[in-house]
């Protein structure tokens, strides 16, 4: 093998040492190391200056999660097949070996591109053979080297290696202090955390040389692998003691918080069982005293509450199985007040209360018809529940003896209904009026901006201050199973990340399973189906298809003038003369009065501006009463005008006005407050064919107006329109009311009417109201909400209505009234509209 001449410097050093001062080799050196090179020296003495040359080139030990340092000792388990090669290689002697360390520790047989290049050289102090085939070996770092090359990879890693001693030149007082602080450091470590063997603490203490200090303290320490090869091949002592300091300090730090923890720790432990014991004696001497304790006395009521609830089974076993676990805990710990506020929940539940029905027909009849006016089909389905409700029962052993053999599908009691209608047609008092022809409590809570799933199945009681949903707290409100329980504006619920409200809802609202209904926070089942879940929405749109097919729909439309006239009548104004201290014979409304309100003041579907109005003249009233200027008034239209100011709406005016130039046609649309009266106005300017559409029109209503536009230039001449006319001309549709969305395909016939009119100068006759979906072919298609918009049309004074013939079945739904005071057209083209809708046979243009 070549020679080595650093190796052969390394051990020149040593005899100078040993021949020099042997108290400084005894220190620096273990004896180990000692013995290596008092053995060399012998056998150089025995071969010669010619022979005593040494390699040059070391094998290499890989090593994977670990750094061996200089001046330590370290076993190590070798099992990989290169690494036995190289052990097996080694005669014997002082069996040098270099150790470097992995930059990768996941793998196996590194390359030498993935070693560190600074390792350190070690002997083989030790060498045990496994029955597994494995090595056990001690080995002793002696110094620190730094790979120049790797020579040879097979059968193991060689390397041309050079020592790559320290920088011991320091100061030596700076010196001797740092040593004496990272000696202190260690010594505190270990007393905190005493895992290393009292005798290895001693002899590292009693370690005088800095660098043979910092490598034993550092080989002790729980280092990163990245850390600990830094810390290798920091060159300076000083900032090797340095580095050491840090990370001693740091990890005193740790040592010290988590001594701290464990402190606290401990002392609550000791006061709970401090605690616990002399609970227990309490007990005892109030035992002996014949005496109860809070506690014990709480259990027991819980357990004659449970008894009372007449839970089902599976609640009763649940409370029953929480009970226990309270009788064991003391009133001091947190997991006692949250499962006594779990049982406070199901004993004051009523698992088993219900409210007699009142089943007179008659009675419910009267009742329902004292509290509204109108809505016949909310009122007869609720006289079809009570009359099935009284034959079921008046049949009861009957149905008995013939059980139905339907084991899936269980007999549904409750009733699930929506009332869908504009705000202010009485949709939430319709319930408390059903509640009380029912002789049933009433609930209501209302779901509009919920986004939560947990407000309607609670919280999981893991949570602090879970508390179940609101279905069930409302059941705990009413003390009953089966209310009238009232969903309002269910319309309005939304959704985000902490769930979908709406879809929580499909088990509540579902007959087929709403009787083993589970709350997040019970977690057990409970019978929702006596309970009578009335919802109510402005809109359909904005449910979910599966979530409204599990209801029964109800439309409540707007009301007539004569329905208002009735409600003001029977309901409004007596109400508005009692709450504002008012007899009866002090203020009276004449029949013209509430027609002058109604027609001049409001504009709405409901009644709820028109009680406002009627209210607002009640509190003028009241002022000169107080003031002894009136003894009593009758309220005339003219008085109207007075107490209210000038008019805030003319119907037929405005819509004679508007339509009195050509270009100008009335169309009507459907809001989710009810119908509207829409206006479309169309306007040409010399230009080059553009099209223009302003009034904050949607996309659909967008594409209406492109098509009425299309039909309109593609039928010139059946229209006998100019052919020349759209050419040079730019046509701008406009739609009122800007700041207000619009969207839908009903205004189709209504731009198309207004286009017409103005291309061919001919007016829309004042009085005619319109709506209907247009083709290209200049079809009329069927819309929907037909009964809103003849509702508006009526309320705007128009006497005639344009409708596609297939909405004709709509007109049933219409009442007697607003049918004999309008005249209804039904076409199925828009030749028939412009027939219908323009005041003189059209004549063809000039230009």
Request: net charge negative.
């Amino acid at each position: 093998m070549p020679n080595n001449k650093w190796l052969e410097e390394l051990f020149e050093s040593l005899n100078i040492l040993e021949n020099g001062e042997n108290s400084e080799f005894n220190r620096m050196f273990s004896p180990s190391l000692k013995r290596i090179f008092q053995k060399r020296n012998k056998d150089k003495n025995k071969k010669g200056k010619g022979n005593s040359t040494k390699p040059e080139i070391l094998p290499i030990l890989p090593l994977r999660g670990i750094v061996v340092y200089p001046h330590t000792s370290m076993p190590l388990t070798i099992g990989q097949p290169r690494s036995i090669r190289l052990i097996d290689s080694l005669s014997g002697g002082d069996r040098l070996i270099g150790m470097v360390t992995s930059k990768k520790p996941d793998l196996e047989a590194p390359d030498p591109e993935d070693l560190y290049e600074v390792g350190t050289i070690a002997s083989i102090q030790r060498l045990f053979r496994l029955p597994d085939g494995t090595i056990r070996l001690l080995v002793q770092g002696i110094e620190r080297m730094k790979i120049k090359e790797y020579v040879d990879e097979e059968p193991y890693l060689k390397a041309k290696v050079q020592l790559y001693p320290e920088d011991l030149t320091a100061d030596s007082l700076n010196l001797e202090a740092m040593t004496r602080s990272v000696r202190g450091q260690f010594e505190k470590i270990t007393e905190m955390a005493s895992v290393i063997p009292q005798e290895i603490v001693s002899s590292i203490l009693q370690v005088e040389e800095p660098l043979q200090v910092a490598y034993s303290i550092a080989n002790f320490q729980r280092m990163g692998l990245d850390d600990a090869q830094i810390f290798l091949e920091i060159n300076a002592i000083e900032d090797k003691l340095q580095n050491l300091t840090n990370f001693l300090t740091r990890e005193l730090d740790v040592l010290e918080i988590g001594q701290k923890i464990q402190d606290d720790a401990r002392t609550e432990i000791e006061k709970v069982q401090r605690d616990y014991f002399l609970r227990e004696q309490m007990k005892a001497i109030q035992r002996e005293l014949g005496e109860a304790d809070d506690g014990i006395a709480e259990v027991q009521d819980l357990r004659e509450k449970i008894k009372a609830a007449k839970m089902p089974e599976e609640a009763n076993e649940q409370a029953t199985r929480e009970l226990k676990r309270l009788n064991k805990l003391p009133p001091s710990s947190a997991e006692y007040g949250v499962i006594r506020t779990y049982l406070d929940w199901f004993v004051t539940l009523p698992w088993s209360i219900t409210t007699e029905d009142t089943l007179d027909i008659q009675n419910a009849r009267s009742v329902l018809e004292e509290d509204h006016y109108g809505l016949d089909e909310v009122k007869q389905r609720l006289l079809e529940f009570l009359a099935v409700r009284k034959l079921r029962i008046d049949r009861q052993e009957e149905f008995e003896e013939k059980k139905s053999e339907d084991h899936i599908r269980k007999e549904r009691e409750g009733v699930i209904l929506c009332f869908v209608g504009p705000p202010g047609v009485g949709k939430t008092s319709l319930g408390q009026s059903i509640a009380r022809a029912l002789g049933r409590k009433f609930i209501r809570i209302s779901l509009g901006g919920v986004r939560d799933e947990a407000e309607i199945r609670g919280h999981r009681r893991t949570y602090i201050g879970a508390l179940p949903g609101r279905i069930l707290q409302g059941l705990r409100r009413v003390e009953s199973n089966n209310p009238v329980f009232m969903l309002d504006e269910i319309d309005k619920l939304g959704s985000d990340f902490r769930g979908d409200p709406a879809s929580a809802l499909l088990e509540v609202l579902d007959p087929e399973q709403n009787s083993e209904f589970r709350d997040h926070y019970l977690e057990v089942a409970y019978d929702l189906s006596q309970t009578m879940f009335i919802t109510t929405a402005n809109t359909l749109s904005t449910i979910p298809g599966p979530l409204r097919d599990r209801m029964e729909i109800i439309e409540i439309s707007s009301y007539t003038e004569r329905d208002k006239v009735e409600i003001a009548k029977g309901y409004l104004v007596p109400r508005q003369l009692r709450e504002n201290g008012l007899r009866e014979d002090e203020a009276t409304f004449s029949e013209d009065a509430l027609k002058a309100i109604i027609r001049s003041y409001t504009r709405e579907a409901g009644v709820r501006n028109l009680e406002r109005m009627i209210g607002s003249i009640c509190r003028k009233i009241v002022t000169k009463v107080a003031e002894d200027k009136l003894e009593k008034a009758e309220i005339t239209p003219e008085l109207v005008k007075e107490y209210l100011g000038k008019p805030r709406f003319f119907h037929t005016e405005e819509i004679a006005t508007r339509t009195a130039i050509p270009g100008v046609a009335t169309g009507l649309a459907w809001t989710p407050v009810g119908g509207d009266v829409l206006f479309v106005e169309a306007t040409s300017m010399p230009g080059g064919s553009g099209f223009q559409l302003t009034g904050s029109l949607g996309e659909v209503m967008q594409e209406s107006a492109k098509a009425a536009l299309s039909y309109v230039r593609s039928n010139v001449k059946t229209l006998k329109l100019d052919p020349k006319y759209f050419e040079a001309r730019d046509i701008h549709l406009h739609v009122p009311a800007g700041a207000q969305p619009k969207d839908g395909p009903s205004a189709g016939v209504t731009m198309a009417t207004a286009i017409v009119s103005m291309a061919s100068d001919q007016k829309v006759k004042p009085d005619v109201g319109m709506t209907g979906e247009i083709t290209l072919r200049g079809q009329v298609m069927p819309v929907g909400g037909v009964k809103e918009k003849v509702l508006a049309a009526h309320r705007a004074g128009l006497k005639k209505m344009i409708l596609p013939a297939r909405n004709e079945a709509d007109l049933e739904e219409i009442p007697d009234e607003v049918i004999n005071s309008m005249e209804f057209k039904f076409v199925e083209t828009i030749q028939e509209v412009l027939d219908a809708a323009l005041v003189t046979k059209r004549k063809k243009r000039v230009k």
